[in-house]
């Protein structure tokens, strides 16, 4: 048995959610490309979940449970006022996730219409935990969601307690059409792990959250724009870049374990960036990640992945950036949930083996021997 670090290359399962083919990003067969210029994020996330783009009336109807769904229950907002404000948000968020299993019923119903209503429940739910969390943390009252309006504008309205301008809420909308879904990605597999036991559909989504708080995955975002502060400037781009270089340092937002001639997501997220900046007379954010790409391509070779001009778009939108990863999370549901209904549909526990490379051969000493 030898072992394969980081699992590179191996196929785990098969799936028919999203796939990567050369470069190319397809959720359900649609080209993220397409997907991002035309589809909202509520299509995409019935197109994950069922398999197809929804109608007229099937679009109508997810949209008035997930509006149905988006209120947390109170006791979960009360355990959110005693989380320190200062807790780092992506553990904050897994906590409160974690926390919504205890106040549903149906948490441990298995059967698949249960499953379905829950991976709605979540995604309608996810926004209003991570706008209530920023909103507790500047010790203003959460705000209760809206009915009748889309995922992206709900979050924006529960998050600055007004109502957003259209802009934004389209920028916000196809951020999270990007980020649905991205097939066996280190969060996902976690989610699919954990619901392989047969666990319940909170503690897969639970598990995937914990993953993708790392820096090496969606952390990252949060990431680049601490970098971005740090640099502060256009002119300290390269001698900052340079000695990070020099020092073998990993930059953030750059590299990809799938992908090496570059992100099929990064591309949009570069011309929203370009095009927020410009709308505010401000483009140095996106001025100083054009620079850095240069560097980081030029040098290394490495292109910029997912988070890279994430961080500008939302930091250009009036974002905290605590809650980057935190958005993250909530496009990432869909795909999380996604996955997760079709693990339990043709289940098998996951368990790999391990190379060994330990001692052998030790022989038991008693303690007052050793
Ligand atoms: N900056 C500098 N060097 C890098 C970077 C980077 N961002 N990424 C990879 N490299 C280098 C590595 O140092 C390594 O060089 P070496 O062979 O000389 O040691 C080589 O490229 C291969 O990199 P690995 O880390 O082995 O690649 P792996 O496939 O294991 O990791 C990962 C992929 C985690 C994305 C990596 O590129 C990375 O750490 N990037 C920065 C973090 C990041 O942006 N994560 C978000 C990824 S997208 C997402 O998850 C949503």
């Given at each position: 048995m030898?072992?394969?670090k980081g699992l590179e290359?191996?196929?785990a399962?098969?799936?028919s959610?999203s796939?990567?083919?050369?470069?190319?990003l397809?959720?359900r067969?649609?080209?993220?490309d397409?997907?991002a210029?035309?589809a909202?994020?509520?299509e995409?996330?019935y197109?994950?979940?069922?398999g197809s783009?929804?109608t007229?009336?099937e679009?109508?109807?997810?949209?008035?449970?997930?509006?149905?769904?988006a209120?947390?229950?109170?006791?979960?907002?009360?355990?959110?006022?005693?989380y320190?404000?200062?807790?780092?948000?992506?553990?904050?968020l897994r906590?409160a996730?974690?926390?919504?299993?205890?106040y549903d019923e149906?948490?441990d119903d298995?059967?698949?219409?249960?499953n379905?209503?829950?991976?709605?429940?979540l995604q309608?739910?996810?926004p209003t935990?991570v706008?209530a969390?920023?909103?507790i943390?500047?010790g203003l009252?959460?705000?209760?969601?809206?009915e009748?309006?889309?995922?992206?504008?709900?979050?924006?309205?529960?998050l600055?307690?007004?109502e957003?301008d259209?802009?934004?809420v389209?920028?916000?909308?196809?951020?999270?059409?990007l980020?649905?879904?991205?097939?066996?990605?280190?969060?996902?597999?976690?989610?699919r792990?954990t619901?392989a036991?047969?666990?319940d559909?909170?503690?897969?989504v639970?598990?995937?959250?914990?993953a993708l708080?790392?820096?090496l995955?969606?952390?990252?975002?949060?990431?680049?724009?601490?970098?971005?502060?740090e640099?502060g400037s256009?002119e300290?781009v390269?001698?900052?870049?340079r000695k990070?270089?020099?020092?073998?340092?990993?930059?953030?937002g750059?590299?990809?374990?799938v992908?090496?001639n570059g992100?099929p997501?990064?591309?949009?997220l570069?011309?929203?960036?370009l095009?927020?900046?410009?709308?505010?007379?401000d483009?140095?954010?996106y001025?100083?990640?054009?620079?850095?790409e240069?560097m980081?391509t030029?040098q290394?070779?490495?292109r910029?992945?997912v988070?890279f001009y994430?961080a500008?778009?939302?930091?250009?939108l009036?974002?905290?950036r605590?809650l980057?990863?935190?958005?993250?999370?909530?496009?990432?549901?869909?795909g999380?949930?996604?996955?997760?209904?079709e693990q339990y549909t043709?289940?098998r526990i996951?368990?790999?083996r391990?190379?060994?490379?330990?001692m052998?051969?030790q022989k038991?000493?008693p303690?007052d021997?050793?």
């Open positions: 030898t072992a394969t290359g191996i196929v399962t098969t799936s959610i796939s990567i083919v050369d470069g190319v397809t959720y067969g649609y080209d993220i397409e997907l210029e035309h909202t994020f509520e995409t996330a197109l994950l979940w069922f783009l929804p007229v009336p679009l109508e109807a997810l949209k008035r449970d997930l509006s149905a769904f209120k947390i229950p109170e006791q979960v907002i009360e355990q959110m006022k005693l320190p404000k200062d807790a780092n948000t992506m553990a904050a906590s996730v974690s926390s919504l299993a205890l149906a948490a298995m059967s698949r219409e249960a379905e209503i829950k991976a709605v429940k309608a739910q996810l935990i706008a969390l920023s909103r943390r500047k009252e959460p705000v209760a969601p809206k009748g309006v889309s995922i992206a504008e709900n979050f924006l309205y529960m600055w307690g007004k957003p259209s802009v934004s389209k920028a916000l909308d196809t951020a999270l059409v980020h649905a879904d991205h097939e066996l990605n280190a969060s996902t597999f976690a989610g792990v619901v036991t047969l666990s559909i909170y503690s897969g639970t598990s995937a959250i914990g708080k790392g820096p995955h969606g952390g990252a975002n949060e990431a680049v724009m601490k970098m971005l502060e640099i256009l300290a390269e001698p900052f870049i990070k270089l020099d020092n073998r340092e990993k930059i953030m750059f590299g990809h374990r992908y090496k992100d997501r990064a591309k949009h570069m011309k929203m960036s095009e927020l900046g410009t709308m505010k007379n483009t140095t954010l001025d100083m990640s054009v620079n850095i240069q980081i030029g290394k070779g490495l910029p992945n988070d994430s500008s778009v939302y930091t250009q009036g974002i905290d605590e980057f990863t935190p958005i993250f999370a909530i496009s990432r549901t869909s999380w949930t996604a996955h997760i209904l043709d289940n996951i368990r790999p391990a190379e060994y490379t330990g052998v051969e038991y000493v303690v021997e050793r």
